[in-house]
């Protein structure tokens, strides 16, 4: 059975947050839209570019619930990792998210 990792203090992640952590030498990416928490792979489906390890500011990178790709612009929901527009077709690998004990935490399989 995977083991949950941390990803941060429920405390200092906030609403419209997006935090990259690795996990297993996968990046993942978790967010935080409206109180509830989502990961998933921080890789775009289309050609392999990172989503927040862009470097890019989060903000730049969320419009709402979709992570947008900086690279070629593909659009992904953040709440389902489904692919949503060209040039992605493929839905990225979303994981499961939970609190527990003040901490907000990651299991990647
Ligand atoms: S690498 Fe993401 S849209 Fe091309």
């Not at 927040?52 to 790709?69: F, N, R, T």
């Not at 949503?84 to 003040?102: C, H, K, M, S």
């Amino acid at each position: 059975m995977s083991e949950w990792i941390d990803v941060a203090p429920e405390s200092e992640f906030g609403e419209g947050q997006a935090r990259l952590v690795l996990v297993n030498g996968m990046d993942v990416a978790v967010f935080n839209l409206d109180g509830d928490y989502y990961a998933i792979e921080d890789r775009c489906t289309h050609d392999g570019s990172p989503l927040l390890g862009s470097d890019l500011p989060a903000e730049e990178l969320i419009d709402a619930d979709q992570v947008i790709c900086p690279r070629h612009g593909a659009r992904f929901c953040i709440r389902t990792g489904a692919a949503l527009t060209p040039p992605a077709y493929e839905d990225i690998p979303i994981f499961p998210v939970r609190v527990n004990q003040g901490n907000v935490q990651v299991q990647v399989a």
